[in-house]
């Protein structure tokens, strides 16, 4: 009686599942661990012949049931077929680590999408305005969908529709196409906005002064004006406070106090000038506008003026952030844009 052969546990692992078969060897090893595959690899390479009582004997040990066959031959060679049968040539690669000693870095720049999200609407849609309808839908496509459909809608209109028939029927791009698209952005689109879009640096200066009481403001401006500020139409084109309501359109009007509680607007009100108030309340739907004239007709009992200015400040900032979210047009913006 032959002595038992001296197999390791991968060795075993793979003269069962060489016995297997193909197809049903094939669909078991993808629930492999990628360590656990190259062990079955580097066992099965040192298998030759394993003999019928052998298999059985492996077989046992396993405790399943396998059909009967002949003594397995060649199983480093078996293993190797059905390894490329079931998986790619990549992930062949990955499994046996070929090429991963020595990491290479990629020497491709980063994506500029991220980027051209960042800039304003209005900038992207200058940029792309004298581009190609089906650069335009590239570029696109290859955004965010707010951002992507901010900088749609500052396109003339008979192009919007030829862009978004081009998104629609795009499929995959050639990605040394896309490489030069990138490319012109990144050299023409985002180094020009790195110098002249000043936006983000007169949003963070406003959002501060904002904060400011209106003596204060007045106060800090003149001094950024004797310091030869820069951008200082841009900045004060951002700044915003209660009384400049009146300057809103009635369009954004509504927008603003849409979401408002009449809680919030009453107390803003109560001791407002008349002609912002009627622009205020002319914003408001017909059942608010009642209920809010209806507690301002009534005696509110001293009420702190602090109180009062708290809520007209919740109101402003809430102008502010609707305005960064496109909802309100704050006054004097339009001519900053269009200087930029």
């Known amino acids: 009686m032959s002595q038992p052969l001296n197999l390791t546990r991968p060795q075993k692992a793979a003269a069962i599942l060489v016995a297997m078969g193909k197809p049903a060897a094939g669909r078991l090893l993808k629930f492999f661990k990628q360590d656990e595959l190259k062990a079955l690899i580097d066992g099965a390479r040192a298998l030759r012949t394993i003999p019928q009582g052998e298999l059985e004997r492996i077989v046992g040990e396993f405790e399943a049931e396998f059909a009967e066959g002949a003594g397995l031959l060649d199983s480093a060679d078996t293993m190797d077929t059905i390894l490329n049968e079931s998986f790619s040539p990549e992930e062949m690669k990955a499994i046996l680590g070929q090429g991963q000693a020595k990491p290479v870095e990629s020497k491709a720049p980063p994506p500029v999408w991220p980027s051209v999200e960042k800039l304003e609407a209005e900038r992207v849609g200058a940029f792309l305005a004298s581009e190609h309808p089906q650069t335009?839908?590239?570029v696109l496509t290859n955004m965010s969908p707010q951002p992507a459909a901010n900088a749609l809608m500052t396109l003339p209109k008979p192009m919007r529709g030829e862009v978004v028939k081009r998104m629609l029927a795009m499929n995959?791009?050639?990605?040394?196409?896309?490489?030069?698209?990138?490319?012109?952005?990144r050299?023409?689109?985002?180094?020009?906005?790195?110098?002249?879009?000043?936006?983000?640096?007169?949003?963070r200066v406003a959002g501060v002064l904002n904060e400011l009481d209106k003596d204060q403001l007045e106060e800090v401006i003149g001094e950024m004006q004797a310091a030869g500020t820069t951008?200082?139409?841009?900045?004060?084109?951002?700044?915003f406070n209660f009384d400049d309501i009146i300057q809103l359109s009635q369009?954004?009007?509504?927008?603003?106090?849409d979401g408002l509680g009449t809680d919030l607007v009453t107390l803003a009100l109560r001791g407002c000038e008349q002609t912002l108030a009627e622009a205020i309340l002319s914003a408001l739907g017909?059942?608010?506008?009642?209920?809010?004239?209806?507690?301002?007709?009534t005696e509110a009992g001293n009420i702190p003026f602090a109180d009062i200015a708290k809520a007209r400040k919740t109101i402003a900032s809430t102008a502010i952030r609707l305005a960064s979210e496109g909802a309100v047009q704050l006054p004097g913006t339009e001519d900053v844009q269009e200087a930029a």
């Open 136 to 138: 335009i839908a590239l």
């Open 172 to 185: 995959s791009v050639p990605e040394q196409a896309k490489r030069i698209v990138e490319d012109q952005i």
């Open 187 to 203: 050299t023409r689109m985002l180094a020009e906005s790195s110098v002249k879009d000043s936006t983000a640096g007169q949003i």
């Open 231 to 239: 951008d200082l139409e841009g900045i004060r084109a951002r700044l």
């Open 251 to 257: 369009k954004s009007r509504v927008a603003l106090f």
């Open 286 to 297: 017909p059942r608010s506008r009642r209920m809010i004239e209806s507690e301002l007709a």
